[in-house]
């Protein structure tokens, strides 16, 4: 009797787990989506050619690189806490090779470059 309630407990712990996880990926989804359109929009109307051929590249790393806070000092000692870059790195790198050439200024095509680089995160979370 004890091990089928701890068993159904670990289950809806697993399925919270899950949700809070997909809630996060849809938000970071959306947000990306918005952030990269309107920054297209704002880009393209605010840059000449040449300049404008940079604008996917441009927004895409305007709207993937998180603006995180510098760190500040933990104790006297003058340890301070570092910031992983790693995956950020990486999910740049990979949406740069991959997701910027399906954009352009005529067609930014949101949708694919927003599923392409939702794969680049997949991909550099896996390690």
Same mark, same amino acid.
């Given at each position: 009797?004890?091990?089928?309630?701890?068993?159904?407990?670990?289950?809806?712990?697993?399925?919270?787990?899950?949700? *809070?996880?997909?809630?996060?990926?849809?938000? &970071?989804?959306?947000?990306?989506?918005?952030?990269?359109? %309107? *920054?297209?929009?704002?880009?393209?109307?605010?840059?000449?050619? @040449?300049?404008?051929?940079? *604008?996917?590249?441009? $927004?895409?790393?305007? $709207?993937?690189?998180?603006?995180?806070?510098? @760190?500040? @000092?933990?104790? %006297?000692?003058?340890?301070?806490?570092?910031? %992983?870059?790693? &995956?950020?790195?990486? /999910?740049?790198?990979?949406?740069?090779?991959?997701?910027?050439?399906?954009?352009?200024?005529?067609? @930014?095509?949101?949708?694919?470059?927003?599923? *392409?680089?939702?794969?680049?995160? /997949?991909?550099?979370? /896996?390690?």
């Amino acid at each position: 009797m004890k091990r089928k309630r701890v068993a159904m407990l670990m289950n809806i712990m697993i399925v919270m787990v899950m949700g *809070c996880l997909l809630v996060q990926t849809e938000a &970071k989804s959306r947000h990306f989506k918005v952030c990269y359109s %309107d *920054c297209h929009a704002v880009c393209k109307s605010h840059t000449t050619f @040449p300049k404008s051929l940079l *604008c996917p590249f441009t $927004c895409l790393m305007t $709207c993937l690189v998180p603006n995180q806070p510098t @760190p500040s @000092p933990t104790s %006297d000692t003058g340890v301070t806490n570092k910031i %992983d870059h790693t &995956k950020n790195f990486c /999910e740049l790198g990979c949406a740069t090779h991959h997701c910027v050439s399906l954009s352009s200024l005529q067609n @930014p095509n949101v949708e694919k470059v927003a599923t *392409c680089v939702d794969s680049c995160s /997949e991909k550099c979370s /896996e390690g």
